[in-house]
């Protein structure tokens, strides 16, 4: 399995990363550009989850009386609920997927991050691309190989805005709304407690992901809003 992994998903985004750093001479800036480019991908997937959180904002007093009517009927409740979903067009299991997803995403590129740090990463390449010139490992003064509590603060606080503006689209009386305001403020102090676990080169990734997030969700909601 590791070895699928390694040649379907880690070594084309590795190999990616390789001509990025050809092209611009810099590792920080080749990070910043294939996350960028990752996320935009997303943005499909991304738009969609949005919109049908957009959506479940809208029908939650629909939601809320038909839990209340059928307290006592839990399949008939199912029944209306999910006909309400119909009618509306929310598909309720595509946000899992969306989640699935990113969080594939996401070990894929921390992986990828971390073996270009290694002394082997050379075992990652294709033998048709090579390295123009030594990889330069600084990036604003910091070292990507070595731990940077800077990155990690900074990680840190876009993760917890993120997950702030993320919020407005979950009712006040959504169960997932409990969740996402844990992960909002749990993830954000793990990253700081454990900034040592990690080389700064993944708090870079992680922070320009929230940040393109944050502007995604924002112009999303904003759109929303005027229709």
Do not use: C
């Not at 294709?126 to 990155?151: E, R």
Request: aromatic content about 12%; charged content about 15%; glycine content about 2%.
């Amino acid at each position: 399995m590791s070895n699928l992994f390694k040649t379907l998903v880690y070594q084309p985004i590795f190999n990616a990363l390789i001509l990025l750093i050809n092209l611009t001479g810099n590792l920080g800036v080749s990070v910043i550009i294939l996350t960028v480019v990752f996320r935009l991908l997303l943005w499909p997937l991304f738009n969609k989850n949005e919109i049908m959180q957009h959506k479940m904002k809208k029908i939650q007093p629909q939601v809320k009386e038909i839990q209340e009517k059928y307290k006592k009927d839990m399949q008939t409740q199912s029944q209306e609920l999910m006909k309400l979903y119909k009618e509306n067009d929310i598909k309720t299991g595509s946000s899992f997927l969306f989640m699935i997803i990113q969080i594939v995403l996401l070990l894929a590129l921390i992986n990828v991050f971390r073996i270009i740090t290694q002394p082997q990463f050379a075992t990652y390449m294709y033998d048709f691309i090579k390295l123009t010139k030594d990889i330069n490992y600084m990036f604003l003064t910091i070292n990507l190989q070595a731990h940077s509590l800077i990155l990690a603060i900074v990680a840190a606080l876009s993760q917890m805005v993120q997950g702030m503006v993320s919020l407005k689209a979950y009712p006040k009386n959504d169960p997932q709304r409990k969740t996402m305001l844990m992960i909002t403020f749990f993830i954000p102090v793990i990253l700081i407690a454990f900034f040592k676990s990690f080389e700064a080169i993944i708090f870079l990734y992680w922070a320009v992901f929230n940040i393109i997030s944050i502007i995604q969700t924002l112009y999303i909601q904003k759109t929303n809003k005027t229709q």
